[in-house]
Nanobody
Framework: QVHLVESGGGLVQAGGSLRLSCAVSRRIFTINAMGWYRQAPGKQRELAALITNSGNTNYADSVKGRFTISRDNAKNMVYLQMNSLKPEDTAVYYC??????????????WGQGTQVTVSS
């Protein structure tokens, strides 16, 4: 099992920036993909951004151009830089990893989540 610990959430005014960090307990170059989901009150959890082992990235349409996901293999960290934040970005943000398991399977692990609140 991979242990993930997020940090960097908080309260920020609209238009501001935050950087989320996720510390991963195993070498991330062995992980297929990792990223960030978010869940706003009363809504389903949704993918915000992901980055694959090869460095490919994918973003939700709602965050494209404002959020940037990155990884540091040497430090086993994944980051989410969030700029031009909007009140609708308010959510709990969860770091996740998809790791290889057995033959052709993957296992998903989650962090505990970090709250991001954007005031208008």
């Amino acid at each position: 099992q991979v242990h993930l610990v997020e940090s960097g959430g908080g309260l920020v005014q609209a238009g501001g920036s935050l950087r989320l960090s996720c510390a991963v307990s195993r070498r991330i170059f062995t992980i297929n993909a990792m990223g960030w989901y978010r869940q706003a009150p009363g809504k389903q959890r949704e993918l915000a951004a992901l980055i694959t082992n090869s460095g490919n990235t994918n973003y939700a349409d709602s965050v494209k151009g404002r959020f940037t996901i990155s990884r540091d293999n040497a430090k086993n960290m994944v980051y989410l830089q969030m700029n031009s934040l909007k009140p609708e970005d308010t959510a709990v943000y969860y770091c996740y990893t998809d790791s290889p398991y057995g033959t052709g399977q993957t296992v998903r692990d989650w962090g505990q989540g970090t709250q991001v609140t954007v005031s208008s």
